[in-house]
């Protein structure tokens, strides 16, 4: 190169370089909007990440929001995909119908993760769904099947809500129904520690815990007698699916639960992380997102 073009050269250089790092910002910039469900209900979705990328679809769990997955949307390991979350019903910035009608039937679940895919226009996502979550994918897959997905991730989901198989806390869950505020509010902060074998950060945990008292009391009352249909979706899947586990998870009994996915659907493939609890995707982020994004190049190239 002489240096009579150099100067040219550097130019150019540095507007690619400006380019890529407008591109990057636009990429990193999130969007926000709603979509309806078949009944009706509004549903608050969320993307970032890159929009040109492998879709992923990730659902929270009892008493959580998308802010749950905050690891996750700020890992540059999963920055390279277009990263969509999403408020169940009856959480965070969603509807919340009253009642019990819009929570009991399970179907209904499902139909939102159908309605958020199709109206964000996901084409072939990773669906992972952590604790409730698992039965939203089960439940969309009962009905649906899996000819929209690429694979699925259940993050210390349940997969059925059985005894044996959901750790028994009566007083707890008793303790969230109860009509009076501050025993509602003291066991909503009971479930949420439970949620892990290390807590994390104040700051996180107590917007975790401000997650929980958004939540819907109707809802919450319901979701134990919620229809799950295991068998007819997580059971007649075929696309990957991953299951990643706890070995301290003090609401989903790991052992029992992972032997029922695998009765259910010999085809899974399971983690269990030695020193997680029920929020192995915050308790060991980095981890969980290595081996999301492994999952995701391996099961969007099939």
């Not at 303790?175 to 902060?189: F, V, Y």
């Not at 929980?212 to 007819?232: G, I, N, Y």
């Not at 706890?246 to 030695?274: E, F």
């Not at 609890?277 to 915050?282: D, E, K, Q, R, Y």
């Amino acid at each position: 190169m002489s240096f009579r073009t150099f100067p040219h050269f550097l130019i150019s250089a540095l507007s690619a370089a400006t380019l890529f790092a407008s591109a990057g910002d636009a990429i990193a910039a999130p969007t926000s909007y709603t979509v309806a469900s078949t009944d009706g209900v509004k549903l608050a979705v969320q993307e970032s990440g890159n929009p040109n990328g492998p879709p992923i679809v990730l659902v929270h769990g009892l008493l959580g929001s998308r802010l749950n997955w905050d690891a996750q949307v700020r890992s540059p390991e999963l920055r390279q995909y277009r990263i969509i979350t999403y408020d169940l019903r009856g959480h965070g910035l969603s509807d919340k119908p009253p009642g019990p009608e819009p929570y009991h039937d399970g179907t209904r679940w499902g139909d939102d993760l159908a309605a958020v895919i199709q109206g964000s226009h996901a084409l072939k996502p990773v669906v992972v769904g952590w604790s409730l979550g698992g039965v939203v994918i089960s439940n969309y897959l009962a009905r649906y099947g899996d000819r929209a997905i690429a694979g699925a991730v259940y993050v210390d989901g349940v997969v059925e809500l059985a005894p044996g198989q959901i750790v028994d806390h009566p007083d707890v869950y008793r303790d969230m129904n109860s009509p009076d505020l501050q025993t509602h509010l003291d066991g909503e902060r009971t479930f949420v520690g439970l949620c892990f074998n290390h807590r994390p950060d104040a700051d996180t945990f107590d917007r975790l815990l401000a997650n929980a008292a958004m939540a819907s009391w109707d809802m919450q009352k319901e979701v134990p007698t919620m229809t799950v249909f295991a068998a007819e979706g997580l059971g007649k899947a075929r696309v990957p699916l991953l299951f990643i586990y706890g070995g301290h998870d003090a609401l989903v009994d790991t052992h029992a639960t992972l032997a029922r996915a695998t009765a259910l659907n010999p085809h899974i493939v399971s983690k269990v992380y030695a020193e997680s609890g029920h929020a192995p995707f915050i308790e060991e982020a980095e981890r969980f997102n290595r081996d999301l994004a492994e999952f995701v190049r391996s099961a969007s190239q099939q």
